[in-house]
């Protein structure tokens, strides 16, 4: 059986468009991989949507990315985190946003997902415009 | 001294533009004034600025940091975040 053991304890990458599935295997050690994928909803505030685009400030967003990746890892003890997030067009239904925490325990990964996403969105250069589906078809 | 900052996301659609120029009466401005200048300059942000923050270079700034010729000046609004 052949292991693959992970370079880097962070990874962070902004893709174009949707980000397509992915299996990653956990880190070495891990005890808990948890991998959350955030995708855009069928509608916003009640208006059918079409599509969200995803604005980055490059270099700017990477580097605010990996900082408070690092950060997050370092703070809740991670074996590692990866961060994928889109930019340009993502459609209703399709995924934005993926998440993959390594840890030793569940507690201290589940808690680590919840303060990176906070924080992500409240520090980190990124935002989303909504493309609402046309009123009369 | 005149000023560009950049904008993004809603409050670039809220402007109606990707940056806004903006007249400084200090001679060396800090972030603070040029908050304070976008005030005056796009009404239309005025509600969104409390929830924003310059970026300098590609740094959060601190209000007291000063602003040069030649920097890179963005506004980054937390308003519709990722």
């Known amino acids: 059986m052949t292991e693959r053991v992970r370079s880097q304890l962070v990874e962070v990458h902004l893709v174009d468009g949707a980000l397509a599935p992915k299996a990653t295997p956990p880190p070495v050690g891990a005890g808990a991989w948890l991998v ?44 590692s985190i990866v961060v994928e997030h889109s930019v340009g067009r993502v459609a209703a239904g399709e995924v934005s946003f993926r998440l993959a925490i390594g840890s030793k325990h569940r507690a201290e990964g589940i808690r680590a997902a919840e303060t990176f996403i906070d924080r992500m969105k409240k520090t980190v250069p990124l935002w989303k415009t909504p493309v609402y589906q046309r009123e009369n078809g | 001294m005149r000023v560009s900052v950049l904008l993004f996301g809603p409050q670039a659609t809220l402007a109606g533009a990707r940056s806004v120029d903006v007249d400084v009466a200090a001679e060396s401005p800090t972030a603070n004034d040029i908050l304070a200048a976008l005030r005056e300059a796009s009404p239309a942000l005025t509600g969104s600025l409390a929830m924003s923050r310059l970026a300098v270079n590609h740094e959060f700034a601190a209000p007291d940091r000063p602003i040069g010729p030649g920097d890179e000046v963005a506004l980054i609004g937390m308003v519709s975040g990722g």
């Open chain 1, 36 to 79: 959350f994928e955030g995708i855009v909803r069928p509608s916003e505030e009640g208006r059918p949507l079409a599509a969200l685009d995803y604005e980055a400030y490059e270099p700017m967003t990477s580097r605010e990315l990996r900082r408070l990746a690092e950060a997050t890892r370092v703070e809740h003890g991670l074996l």
